[in-house]
């Protein structure tokens, strides 16, 4: 409907000067009252009509734009949420953040802008040119070789200021990222005393920003001084030749009025179409970072014909290789084989760097295998489908996150029709009924965003809690119990064993307490299986096993940091 209303709303504007002529001619010089009467009537009703166009035409434009932005940001965040791991490396969370904020209103702006001035300015000029052409044909090649000019300048204009536009966003994102990493490490930057520092980051990166959009607005602002001279050329050599045509007798005062008005207006369109270009160019710049994100086809997706159920817990590695896509390129998981029974407790151990984490991603496909098979309950994890496989291998991660709600919205992300009684069970297994059971609201708690009423303890054992919830036949717990004492750590284990004995669990830990009663240990280093087998056959074959007890016995400290001259773990 926008470009209907507008093309009323031109048309009346541009009839309006035209009856200005009349009544000029017919009424005002003439001295003929009825005919100013009645000019004036017809210019009062094509005013009133033209200002309701335009205020409709405004209404749809910001329904339509509104719409589209919308429409955009549901789309990437649509995306977003069908992406694997290996999907979101290739952008930044503060990219992401950008694309979904600053791009998009660009884009909802330069939408809005267009489709009501690429309607009204090209109208506008073609009606205004030929109304200069029906009054005066020789008056007219005046402002044609005016626009010529001026078009020229605007392009030049342009193709200058869009190589700036590129060069802004990517500066937003950089800008972003330093903001976000301030805002989530701010506890850390208080303690280190490094607000100063972080002070002339942002600085630096605003700066930067600062100087980007100088340049590219400085450029911006020809436009104007441009268009105040042509224009302001226009009217001398209008006024010039339209006195002698007046004096001559081949033009009247009205028609020059008037043609002063069209003039005008024709070069006020090409200013319109001159800045449009001008948002157009900023607006590519955004498009191209949206599209990246909708176009993005997930690295991971479920197959044809995918298998929905999951025969058992076994999990098999067969000679697997993996790298990171945008890492070294150096392999993360080097040949490893390895066959776990389903309903066994396996602990996994190792450096940092060791390819603990990369392991447990493979069972769940978070990532893929760059060579070699990822095996759980006896079918290749590429076969299944995703939500099956993920329901049924649920990883609990260090850095777990809890969303903001209650304590019993957030464990019904495990299962969103458990009863409470079964949040309840999930809860004891996990330890967590004893804290939550203290706090005045119970399960109806809020949980701040993040988590962060609660302890880096309580949210592990809520996330284990809600992990128990899915009822999986895999479990992995990422060194997930690293926040909780010793006594804690003892107790989730042992429930484990006891209430959920069919489950396999695969559990990374640093400290050899949290593992050495697992069926078999798992001992990584450097991408390598450097031993598989229990705590007590590992201390008499496993150097790097020996090692890393040796150092915990002695001084309890992190074996991935020697301590005095120790010989250093390989990690």
Known sequence: MTPVFITLEVILDVLIPYVTAKLIDYGITAGHMPSVYKYGLIMLVMAFLSMMAAIMAGKYA?????????????AMYRNIQRFAFSDIDKYSTSGLVTRMTT?????????????????????NLLSSIMMCFIISPRLSLVFIIASVV????????????????????????????????NVAG?????AFVREDHEKSKFWAAAKRLYDLNVKAESLMALNRPVMNMVVYGCIIAISWFGAQFVVGGSLTTGQLTSLFTYVMTILM??????????????????????A???????????????????????????????????????????????????????????????????????????????????????????????????DNVSVVLQKNVLFSGTILDNLRWGDENATLEQCREACRIACADEFINEMPEGYETKIEQGGSNVSGGQRQRLCIARALLKKPKVMVLDDSTSACDNATDASIRAALREYVPDMTKLIIAQRISSIKDCDRILVLDNGKIAGFDTHDNLLKTCQIYQEICAIQEESGGDFDKPQDNRKEVQS
């Open 62 to 74: 910001s329904y339509a734009s509104s719409g589209f932005a919308c429409n955009l940001r549901n």
């Open 103 to 123: 791009d998009v209103t660009n884009l909802q702006n330069a939408y809005q802008q267009i489709i009501r001035v690429s309607v009204r300015a090209p109208i």
């Open 150 to 181: 001026l078009g020229i300048i605007l392009a030049v204009i342009i193709s200058k200021v869009s190589k700036m536009f590129a060069l802004v966003f990517k500066q937003y994102d950089v800008l972003n990222a330093v903001v976000q990493e």
């Open 186 to 190: 701010i506890r850390v930057v208080k």
């Open 269 to 290: 369109s090409l200013m319109m179409l001159s800045m449009i270009f001008v948002t157009i160019t900023q607006s590519i710049a955004s498009g191209q970072r949206v």
């Open 292 to 390: 990246q994100v909708i176009n993005e086809e997930p690295d991971i997706v479920n197959p044809e014909d995918a298998i929905t159920e999951v025969a058992d817990g076994s999990i098999d590695f067969n000679h697997v290789f993996f790298a990171y896509k945008g890492g070294s390129g150096e392999y993360a998981l080097n040949n490893i084989d390895l066959h776990i029974r389903s309903g066994e407790s396996i602990g996994v151990i190792g450096g940092t760097g060791s390819g603990k984490s990369s392991l447990i991603n493979l069972v769940s496909r978070l990532y893929d295998a760059s060579k070699g098979e990822v095996m759980v309950g006896g079918r290749d994890v590429t076969t299944y489908d995703l939500t099956t496989l993920r």
